[in-house]
């Protein structure tokens, strides 16, 4: 289920669903025209030309949300950046949290949904400002942080099983990851340098998965560091910088261990075995990128997929790979 912007942009919008319509997603393009337009109708190839030009300039520069996650009754959850929906075990599509914008989630384990709201005060003020809320089990929304300007500091929606917080330290040139135990006091996890820390997620077996620019990398309850993947983005990409460094956005793992990252910039996901084999789990259609996903109890695959003009879907995929977008 897709929801249009009106104007120029829902116009742009629109086409680009009619084109997905008309099974354009089967084609291995990937935002290649020369690919896309061999053997279509000189109008189709226009077209085609236009708004792979003005939908997929840019699409590694923008910075969706990755929160999407399950909780124990099969209910779904993911942000737009405007609102957090919930989707039932029937495929019943609401809205959970409406007018809020965050980029991450986190649920505990009593079925809690935490997430943030964060805004610009405008040019005059430049300044952000940012409130931390909580959704109950019960369907009770209140905040956790009151409205506090600047943003969110010495808290995350990375959490273990212990509930203890993760964050990235960007303060210095040499980048680590931090944990906020329990009780409040801090520890730095390893004693490794990382040059831009993009993504962290907590595994079940209690180390750490962060995306180091575009390497994966995990860091076990030993501290010690092991690299899972190297430049999975691009291998001829050597720099970070503002326009690559969201190459690689949401991070996470399946029930037997295997773990996943959404490849944004080749509008792919991409799956490392236990046994150390690199594949390609799902690659999206044409104009869309995964920015974050997850994989339910079932062993479903769910991924959370944005475009150059803001429009956010879901995409389920089953075991029996049949797919389901929301």
């Known amino acids: 289920m897709v929801y249009v912007k009106t104007g120029a942009s829902g116009l742009a919008g629109f086409l680009s669903m009619q084109l997905d319509s008309l099974e354009l997603k089967s084609f291995a393009c990937n935002y290649s025209y020369m690919q896309c337009i061999q053997g279509k109708p000189i109008f189709m190839r226009i077209l085609l030309g236009i708004l792979i030009l003005t939908l997929s300039w840019g699409i590694t520069q923008a910075h969706p ?57 405008g040019e005059q003020k430049n300044t952000w400002g940012h409130y931390v809320w909580k959704l109950s089990a019960l369907g009770k929304l209140e905040k956790v942080i009151p409205n506090t300007e600047g943003f969110l500091e010495n808290y995350s929606f990375v959490r273990d099983h212990f509930g203890r917080m993760y964050w990235a330290d960007r303060s210095k040139p040499c980048q680590t990851v931090v944990r906020k135990n329990a009780d409040n006091t801090q520890a730095r996890m390893g004693s490794h340098c990382f040059d831009n820390i993009r993504k962290i997620e907590a595994l079940s077996d209690g180390s750490i998965l962060l995306v180091d620019f575009q390497d994966l990398k995990k ?25 690559n460094q969201n190459s ?53 695959l769910w991924v959370l997929e944005f475009n150059k003009i803001n429009q956010v879907r879901v995409t389920k995929v089953g075991t029996d790979k049949r797919k389901q977008i929301y």
């Open 65 to 121: 949300g990755v929160g999407i996650l399950e909780d124990s009754k099969g209910n779904v959850y993911y942000t737009d950046l405007e609102q957090v929906w919930k989707i039932s075990p029937a495929g019943i599509k609401t809205v959970a949290v409406p007018g809020v914008h965050t980029h991450e989630l986190y649920i505990d384990e009593h079925d809690n949904l935490y997430g943030e709201h964060l805004w610009y005060n």
């Open 219 to 243: 860091i076990d309850n030993q501290g010690r560091l092991t690299t899972v993947g190297s430049k999975i983005a691009n291998k001829k990409w050597v720099v970070s910088t503002v326009e």
């Open 248 to 300: 690689v956005m949401g991070i996470w793992e399946d029930n037997q261990g295997n773990l996943f990252a959404a490849v944004s910039s080749e509008g792919i996901i991409k799956k490392f075995t236990k046994n150390g084999k690199e594949e390609i789990a799902f690659k999206s259609s044409l104009f869309w990128a995964p920015s974050g996903g997850m994989v339910d109890r079932l062993d479903n």
